[in-house]
């Protein structure tokens, strides 16, 4: 990792899990079931060159997990140490507005010892401008015309980092009937404003959006895991997930090694 810039990011797939129901079996003396819909955690981590783009030398690590948020950042810990991520120069933590991944990060960056200037938080861009979309659906009062207008205005003073600015263009708007929901979207702007510094990530050709964990989510979780009819045992659906996250991040051989090695034998 040394002299490297690195992306890491998080986000939840789902997928439909079988669970025992209480209560009588059925006539053929089956066990009932429920098929509650989980949401597995996946994490990546990748690199990017000088000019924001994917290196392609280097295969990104991904895993996922259906133990929960601490369960995935306690692997993204450990995929980071690893690495030796105190080496790198650069360190973007993106993802979209969740708080269960922002409220874990800053623990994440003083377990890894990180120092503040190698670090950077960013809200998914194209998140915050759905969010500038409901914005101006709640505006009934508005043509479609009116609405794509101010929300073009909204996205541009975003990219310049003029945040205050979109704020004040959102709060002038809590008025009327849906003056609540409207505020809510405010609050949400408030909330992540110290994570939209577009600008200044954009000067520094890093990535501004998270479609490289969006991506991930789809390959891994739903192209084999969410469908129809799909439901799957917890012990079953974990090792899915382990076999998918190594095989579509390039990294097949590596896992066969790990199964394979004298202490995995043991382990066995």
């Known amino acids: 990792m040394a002299g ?3 992306v890491i990011s998080s ?18 003396g089956r066990r009932r ?55 790198a120069d650069q360190v973007l933590f993106i993802a979209d507005g969740a708080p269960w991944i922002w409220k874990r990060v800053p ?3 003083q377990a890894l010892g990180l120092a503040a200037q190698q670090v950077h938080e960013l809200l998914d861009f194209y998140h915050a401008v759905q969010h500038l979309g409901q914005v101006a659906a709640l505006r009934k009062d508005w043509s479609a015309k009116a609405r794509t207008r101010w929300r073009t205005q909204q996205r541009h003073l975003l990219l310049r980092g003029e945040v205050e600015q979109v704020i004040a263009a959102v709060q002038g708007l809590c ?15 408030i909330k992540n404003k110290s994570r939209m510094a577009y600008a200044k990530l954009i000067a520094m050709k890093l990535p ?3 479609g490289a964990i969006e991506s991930t989510v789809r390959r891994v979780v739903n192209l084999r895991l ?3 009819s799909l439901f799957w045992c917890r ?10 996250s190594y095989y579509k991040a390039g990294r097949w051989n590596m896992l066969k090694r790990m199964a394979t090695s004298p202490l995995a034998l043991l382990e066995a």
């Open 4 to 6: 490297r810039r690195v």
């Open 11 to 28: 986000d939840g797939g789902r997928l439909r899990l079988r669970e025992t129901k209480r209560g009588p079996k059925t006539k053929k």
């Open 33 to 87: 079931y429920t098929g509650a819909w989980r949401e597995p955690k996946v994490l990546i981590v990748y690199v990017v060159d000088a000019e924001g783009q994917r290196e392609s030398r280097f295969a990104p690590f991904i895993d996922a997990t259906l133990k929960g948020p601490d369960a995935v950042f306690a692997l993204l810990r450990s995929y980071l140490q690893r690495l030796g991520i105190t080496q």
């Open 107 to 109: 623990l994440l960056v």
């Open 175 to 189: 008025r009327g009937r849906h003056s609540k929901a409207i505020r809510t979207q405010r609050d949400y702007f």
């Open 208 to 210: 501004i959006g998270s």
């Open 226 to 228: 969410k469908g129809p």
């Open 235 to 244: 012990a079953n659906a974990e090792a899915i997930l382990l076999l998918r």
